[in-house]
C-alpha cells in the first residue's frame, strides 16, 4: 500500500494498515490489491476534494469528534 493509498483510505475507514491486512488475511496478496485499488478509485474524487481544505480529518478524527460530541450531551 503506498502512502497515496493510505491517504485515501483514512478518508473513509478508522484504521487503514487494520483494514487492509484484515483484507490480505482474509482473501489473500493479490485479491487484496484488486480491493485496496477498488476503494481508493471510488473514494479518490471525493478524499482529493475534502483533503484540499484547511479544516480536513481524517475517519478517525471525524468519529473521535463526534464521540466528543456524544459525551458532552
Request: glycine share 2%; net charge negative; hydrophobic share 40%.
Amino acid at each position: 500500500m503506498t502512502k497515496t493509498d493510505f491517504d485515501c483510505l483514512a478518508h473513509v475507514v478508522v484504521d487503514p494498515q487494520a483494514w487492509y491486512d484484515h483484507v490480505v488475511k482474509t482473501f489473500g496478496e493479490q485479491k487484496a490489491q484488486a480491493m485496496l485499488a477498488a476503494k481508493v478509485e471510488r473514494w479518490w474524487q471525493e478524499y482529493t476534494i475534502e483533503s484540499a481544505k484547511p479544516s480536513y480529518k481524517t475517519r478517525a478524527m471525524r468519529d473521535a469528534d463526534e464521540m466528543v460530541k456524544l459525551e458532552q450531551r
